[in-house]
């Protein structure tokens, strides 16, 4: 499996991004999917899961939305409102323990390569 995480940039605060994860090797359809992210001298934090129902860390609650294309065999991030807080590298991953929306890194078997986001004016 090969998660490829694209979408990150340079924004202002009050901005919005959106991140895409797209997956080859293995349909996604059937497995919890996340989004993670890691700020410098920081630990890799949760930000969201989904399998048929999304799950939102506190930071992120009414301003990320996770989305699921089963088709394109991809997972979105649409982050709004964002903070410099926000800033960090954006991790997708994949859990081929079903519906179990873990917030635990190391219960994701697979992940993509990271992606920049920087909240900044």
């Known amino acids: 499996v090969q998660l490829q995480a694209s979408g990150g940039g340079l924004v202002q605060p009050g901005g919005s991004l959106r991140l895409s994860c797209a997956a080859s090797?293995?349909?996604?359809?059937?497995?919890?999917m996340g989004w993670f992210r890691q700020a410098p001298g920081l630990e890799r934090e949760f930000v969201a899961v989904?399998?048929?129902?999304?799950v939102y860390a506190d930071s992120v609650k009414g301003r990320f939305t996770i989305s699921r294309d089963n088709a394109k065999n991809t997972v979105y991030l649409q982050m709004s409102s964002l903070k410099p807080e926000d800033t960090a590298v954006y991790y997708c991953?994949?859990?081929?323990?079903?519906?179990?929306?873990?917030?635990?890194?190391?219960?994701?078997?697979?992940w993509g390569q990271g992606t920049q986001v920087t909240v900044s004016s």
């Open positions: 090797g293995r349909s996604i359809s059937t497995y919890d």
């Open positions: 991953a994949m859990n081929l323990a079903r519906a179990a929306w873990s917030r635990v890194s190391a219960d994701y078997d697979y």
């Open positions: 989904v399998n048929w129902l999304p």
